[in-house]
């Protein structure tokens, strides 16, 4: 047990938390002390001043970042977060998970990650495209389909890749679809990338039920957040034969113990605005929803959904994190107590950047695939990685399933680092 409880805001910040994680595994692996100096700094920090005409005709200026991790591996690869609470910090966590992440399911990514401090909620569609048009012709220089790859986060959608494709291009004189992933299709967008982050979270639990000798039939699944991750993951998961027994929302949760019908959920949220009052469910007590009893739980909605403070009331078989960083390196030691099966984000949650990898393929070749073969890709993928870390998780003493996909990662990296050697 902890001896102490810390503080929440210290256990929750992003930096710290990455930082914890990256300790324990450059520990175990031995890594020596210039090559941790190396992995912890970001490659390149950009910050950016964006004045921007609002509708009513003021000046504003926004704040954004761009921070490349590492290049090591190949192009940088991660999302642009609009949102008011972005930090530098928050980004270079962000970015630094991302190089983690790309290099758990082994793509030849290295990892980046941008944000702009603003609310989208409470700017107009043009308000929006011109901080990002702006935006990005101040990365012009930074980002690229051989240097980095800019890809939808919070806030940011397939329109905002679009305008983020269509500024770069314009500069560049030429089209340039492989500059951003997660566009519209008709602009060079992959099929399955919609799906691909819950369908990863899918393939990647049924290959721990596997392991612990359970069915899906009787598998009963718990999911926060019904969003891009979480929405997709009940969907694909329900039609698999999946129980999803319990959906649960920042404003509500929801509670069938025969399963809900995921499909007839989604239309009820789209009538109503919520999941609340869903006719063929009970409304249950959204703050008590993650501690329900359960084969599977998904925390698919915000990161810190899982502390210190509460981990030891989870009453699941199995954690699948579709959410990046649901749960803090101090409450990792909680769950590994209970003996929960922990499938950690940057191998949960990897089928988006998998199938982002897969569209930056198909558009430098222009070349599309069909819907199929973006899902055998991916299931192969995502199977080989699960199985890569499990059996490393088996085969070293003292190894959780979390620090065996840091380890593999950490070591993937440098790696690569010692190989090409340090340029002058
Ligand atoms: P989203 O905005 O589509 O969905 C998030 C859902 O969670 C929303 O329905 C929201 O109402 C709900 N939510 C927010 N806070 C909540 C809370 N405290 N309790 C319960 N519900 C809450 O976002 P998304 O794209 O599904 O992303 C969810 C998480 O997955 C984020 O951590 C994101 O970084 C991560 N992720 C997303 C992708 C992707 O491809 N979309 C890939 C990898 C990781």
């Known amino acids: 047990m902890l001896a102490t409880t810390p503080l929440l805001d210290e256990e929750t910040n992003p930096w710290t938390s990455a930082a914890m994680r990256f300790d324990q595994a450059a520990a175990r692996l031995r890594l020596d002390d210039g090559m941790c100096k190396v992995l912890k700094s970001a490659a390149r920090e950009i910050t950016v001043h964006i004045p921007v005409q609002l509708d009513d005709g003021r000046i504003e200026v926004f704040t954004g970042y761009r921070v490349q991790h590492s290049i090591a591996r190949g192009p940088g690869k991660g999302g642009v977060r609009y949102a008011p609470d972005v930090s530098l910090d928050e980004v270079r966590a962000l970015a630094a998970w ?39 012709a101040e990365l012009m220089d930074a980002i690229g389909p051989e240097r980095d790859v800019p890809a939808p986060d919070v806030g940011t959608n397939a329109q905002t890749m679009a305008w983020i494709m269509d500024t770069y291009s314009m500069h560049a004189r030429h089209a340039t679809t492989a500059v951003v992933t997660g566009k519209p299709m008709e602009l060079g967008g992959s099929r399955g990338r919609s799906e ?17 000798g359970l069915d899906p039939a009787s598998t009963r699944v718990v999911i926060q957040g019904f969003g891009n991750v979480g929405g997709m993951a009940a969907r694909l998961m329900s039609q698999a034969g999946f129980k999803i027994i319990s959906i649960v929302e920042y404003d509500a949760a929801v509670y069938n113990p025969r399963g809900l019908n995921i499909d007839a959920l989604l239309k009820h949220r789209n009538e109503t605005g919520s999941i609340a009052d869903f006719p063929e469910a009970e409304n249950i007590n959204k703050d008590e929803g993650l501690y329900q009893v359960c084969d599977v739980l998904i925390p698919a909605a915000t990161e810190n959904v899982i502390t210190s403070h509460n981990a030891h009331k989870i009453r699941a078989k199995i954690l699948c994190e579709g959410a990046n960083g ?32 897969f569209e930056w393929v198909q558009d430098r070749q222009g070349y599309f695939w069909n819907e199929k073969l973006v899902n055998d890709r991916l299931e192969e993928i995502m199977v080989d990685s699960f199985d890569a870390v499990v059996s490393f998780a088996d085969k070293h003493e003292g190894i959780n399933n979390r620090t065996a996909a840091y380890m593999l990662a950490l070591d993937r990296v440098a790696s690569a680092i010692r190989t090409r050697g340090l340029y002058a």
């Open 98 to 136: 991302m190089t983690w992440k790309c290099a758990v399911v082994n793509i030849p990514f290295g990892g980046a990650k941008g944000g702009v401090i603003c609310d989208p909620k409470l700017l107009s569609d043009g308000e929006l495209e011109r901080i990002t048009r702006r935006y990005t």
């Open 196 to 212: 691909a982050t819950g369908r990863g979270c899918m393939i990647v639990t049924l290959k721990a039920l596997q392991r612990l």
């Open 326 to 357: 649901p749960t803090t390196a101090v409450a990792d030691e909680i769950l590994a107590e209970k003996k929960i099966f922990v499938i950690p984000d940057i191998l949960a949650n990897a089928g988006g950047v998998t199938v982002s990898y």
